[in-house]
């Protein structure tokens, strides 16, 4: 009777499923020991602000104001709810029909659309700046520029960055210098008078 062939021994064909699954727990509590654990044990990044609300002071109007807000809040909002300055309305709240139109340095910006945190170190300038007097705002007046009214203030602000830099336009100048400013009521042929009448009460303008 012939002898059974002694049978080669088993080859390791590697880890088990359920080796394996033992060592990637055991791989997962060291990670979350360690490298996890270290992370979110470090210290804030230099230059990181928040999330709780942080003390921040803005130029408004020519004078110096100081809040604490949380670093996600907008100028709009500080504005409006911290500040008590609601000219600018809060209409689309993203940054597309100009209603929340104010000056930094003398630049139209949607206050929607920047952060109060980043709008230190600024000029801001809004609506209420400006008196019965202003050319900008007699202008509207004048020709009734306005409805509802949600729209005017940004238009003010708008138009006011536009005859700086542009004191002497066209109608067609109007059309593409204002045209991120939206008038729900259709008011643009108004505004357009509006604005050329400004231009010519504004010095250096010379419209009729």
């Known amino acids: 009777m012939k002898e059974k062939p002694e049978l080669e021994p088993k080859r390791n ?9 033992g060592r990637v727990g055991i791989g ?6 360690g490298v996890l ?3 979110a044990q470090g210290q804030t990044p230099a230059g990181v602000m928040g999330p709780g609300a942080v003390s921040i ?28 300055m609601t000219g600018a309305k ?3 709240d993203r940054g597309t029909c100009g209603a929340c139109t104010v000056l930094m340095d003398g630049k139209a910006v949607y206050a929607c659309s920047i952060l109060a945190v980043d709008a230190q170190g600024k000029q ?15 202008a509207f007046v004048d020709n009734d520029a306005q409805q509802c009214g ?10 006011t960055a536009f005859l700086k830099k542009n004191p002497n336009p066209s109608y067609e100048d ?29 010095k250096g303008g010379k419209n009729g």
């Not at 807000?69 to 709810?81: F, G, H, I, S, Y």
């Not at 300038?125 to 007699?138: D, G, H, I, M, R």
């Not at 643009?188 to 504004?202: E, I, N, S, T």
């Open 57 to 84: 002071s803005l130029t408004l109007n020519g004078k110096p104001v100081k809040l604490e807000v949380e670093p996600r809040v907008t100028l709009l909002d500080a504005l409006r709810d911290r500040l008590d």
């Open 13 to 21: 064909r590697g880890v088990s499923r359920r080796g394996f699954i």
């Open 150 to 159: 949600y729209c005017t203030p940004g238009f003010v602000m708008a138009t």
């Open 174 to 202: 109007v059309n593409t210098g204002l045209g991120g400013n939206l008038c729900r009521c259709g008011t643009y042929f108004d505004v357009r008078k509006a604005v050329l009448q400004a231009a010519k009460d504004v």
């Open 37 to 39: 654990t270290e992370a």
């Open 28 to 33: 997962s509590g060291a990670l979350t020991s």
């Open 124 to 138: 801001i300038q809004t609506v209420e700046s400006l008196t019965a007097n202003n050319p900008v705002v007699k």
């Open 90 to 92: 809060k209409v689309c």
